[in-house]
């Protein structure tokens, strides 16, 4: 069975079990729709019913002898309306998108040919699944209001959480790719061909059965779209996890994800945890909320918020300007599980743990390090350095889900934190230039110089051999014998290039912020590993009036036991007064 309206050189009989077409099926999308409305349970995936509409919706109902949409104002009426998820290509390739000059136009209706293929697929799916009202949201929201933006950026949890589904073809490169396509043939799938001839008759027919499902003896799941020019997008990430359903047509096979199962339209039954075995961050369910207050157990929310940011981390965005606004709705809903402060990307409650993030070498990159800003050659302002928000780089976040051993209050103390959003209406949104925090710490001078990997270890992978290694230093002076040292500290794991020759040191100021110890495996119990230590290093921004610092990395210390001693605490404060200063006062912007 295809799409009504649409034509095919297939018509789908049921020769042997149920036929895949070159065209998705909708009743296989509708008996998904309805198993999760009769069978889902909705503390997973919500219950089917009338929500408050956005503002503005797509009516797709056609007018008596048109093929048009109309864009209504809803006054927040109640009603049942789909989402789609889309990249949207070029700007100058759109033909038409929400302004104040194509304001009326939309509103009394336009022709369906006269949208982009893949709005206008859209508009055949929403119709063919029954439902009234589509989402989408450069026909939705004014792209020349700054205001109507941002009034939709903070309304954007609801918009995609409250629609019953949402709808995407994660092979559309843009907005005029389209996704309702004769389907390819997977290289995986098996033919079989029949010949037989009919009674009396001189010709043969030939009947050619096509087996596309899921391979038992692969080993490996069913697969999603390869190559999905939509999995890299960053805005796509939030619409997946926020969304309750998602429908995705792909170039071969329809198949469905939410809350509680993902179904292929080339497998006979539904899956759990898919989604983790296809290395994508899980769905996740809102709508049981949260319970027992700001003491209830997070760990697992917070563990998922920092999987989700180094995810986020990979993805590309149009403007680099959208990095904390593009994840906003998410951590809206996120702040209301946590019941914690949003700070630049940061919750306050663990504000040591979430400095404690790293560009790791051993991750591939798209690009090289960026060159840190200068009064020369300044970026255009997204983040303060010491929020993950402020690199271009994929970023690392294991470290904040560790079980710290040491409390950071009693060699270092978060004394102020200035943090001002751009709109007071969305503090998890953009904010404005100079947002700083500022520590109470002692602090130690570190030498930092380039050193190589030991392939030996690593293996002679390409990706290895271009891998920098940098090693951080700090030299202790022993009065007693009127002489001085350089101890090794650990690993340093830059956040910008550094200038220069790959032979020059880089001194440098080292802030410790904790401690961390892992539970590991043994053969009999579970052994704790040696402690490990935490250190931002930052340097002095040149030109500032007040003594002002920007984040320059993270150091690691990978074991302690170098040193000669066992308690990490004796450890941290050894090290502190080695050579260090008072205690000062260090704002970091």
């Known amino acids: 069975m295809s799409f009504p309206g649409r034509s095919t050189r297939w018509t789908v009989g049921d020769v042997i079990g149920a036929s895949t077409s070159k065209q998705p099926d909708v009743r ?20 089917f019913t009338d929500v408050p509409l956005s503002t503005r919706v797509l009516d797709v109902r056609p007018s008596p002898g048109l093929n048009h949409v109309r864009l209504v104002l809803t006054n927040r009426s109640q009603g049942r309306y789909i989402t789609l998820s889309y990249r949207w290509g070029d700007p100058s390739k759109m033909p038409i998108k929400l302004t104040q000059d194509t304001l009326e136009r939309l509103r009394n209706g336009i022709s369906v040919d006269s949208l982009p293929r893949t709005f206008q697929d859209a508009v055949t799916v929403t119709r063919n699944l029954g439902y009234r009202y589509l989402w989408i949201d450069s026909l939705c929201i004014l792209q020349d ?96 996890l926020l969304s309750q359903r998602m429908l995705y047509f792909g170039s071969r096979n329809m198949y469905w994800e939410c809350n509680t199962y993902s179904s292929y339209e080339t497998l006979h039954f539904p899956l759990s945890n898919e989604s983790k075995l296809r290395n994508e961050v899980a769905k996740m369910s809102f709508n049981k909320p949260s319970s027992g207050g700001p003491n209830a ?24 300007t959208d990095k904390l606004v593009a994840i906003s709705a998410m951590a809206q809903r996120f702040s209301g599980v946590l019941q914690d402060e949003y700070l630049a990307g940061l919750w306050r409650s663990e504000l040591f743990k979430g400095l404690s993030w790293d560009v790791n070498p051993m991750q591939p990159q798209k ?11 300044p970026s255009p302002y997204i983040a303060p350095s010491w929020s993950w928000a402020s690199s271009t780089m994929k970023t690392d976040h294991h470290n904040a889900t560790r079980t710290w051993v040491h409390n950071p209050g009693e060699t270092a103390e978060i004394v102020a934190i200035a943090v001002t959003p751009v709109s007071n209406d969305n503090p998890y949104g953009s904010i404005v230039p100079g947002s700083s925090i500022t520590l109470c710490s002692p602090s130690f001078e570190v030498r930092i110089t380039l050193r190589p990997f030991d392939i030996n270890i690593l293996g002679e992978s390409d990706h290895f ?70 250190a931002l290093v930052v340097e002095k921004i040149p030109g500032e009036q007040a003594d002002k610092y920007r984040r320059r990395g993270l150091l690691f210390d990978e074991g302690l036991a170098i040193y000669g001693v066992k308690d990490e605490r004796v450890l941290l404060r050894r090290l502190l007064q080695t050579n260090r200063r008072e205690l000062g006062l260090f704002e970091i912007v």
Request: with cysteine; glycine share 6%; net charge neutral.
């Open 145 to 240: 209001s700054v205001e109507d933006w941002q009034k939709a950026v903070i309304e954007m949890p609801d918009i995609y959480n409250h629609a019953e589904l949402n709808i995407c073809g994660p092979a559309a490169a843009d907005c005029t790719a389209g996704f309702l396509h004769d389907r390819k043939l997977s290289p995986e799938s098996k033919a079989v061909h029949v010949s037989w001839r009919i009674s009396q008759g001189r010709s043969r027919q030939t009947l050619r059965l096509i087996y596309r499902g899921y391979l038992p003896d692969s080993g490996e799941p069913p697969h999603s779209e390869p190559n999905s020019a939509l999995a890299t997008r960053g805005w796509i990430l939030q619409e997946r």
């Open 367 to 377: 690009h090289a390090l960026p060159k840190p800003p200068t009064a020369h050659s």
């Open 465 to 534: 051999k271009h891998l920098k290694r940098w090693k951080a230093y700090h030299r202790s002076h022993r009065e007693e014998h009127h002489s001085s040292e350089d101890i090794e500290l650990g690993t340093f794991f830059p956040d910008h290039e550094f200038q220069g020759a790959d032979d020059a040191t880089h001194e440098l100021i080292c802030l410790p912020i904790g401690l961390f110890s892992e539970k590991k495996k043994g053969s009999m119990t579970l052994q704790s590993t040696p402690a490990s230590a935490f």
């Open 28 to 47: 296989l999308a509708k008996k998904w729709i309805q198993d999760c409305r009769d069978k889902h349970p909705h503390h997973r995936c919500s219950a």
């Open 297 to 320: 157990p997070t760990f697992g929310w917070r563990w998922t918020w920092y999987e989700m940011l180094g995810t986020y981390s990979t993805m590309d965005l149009s403007f680099q």
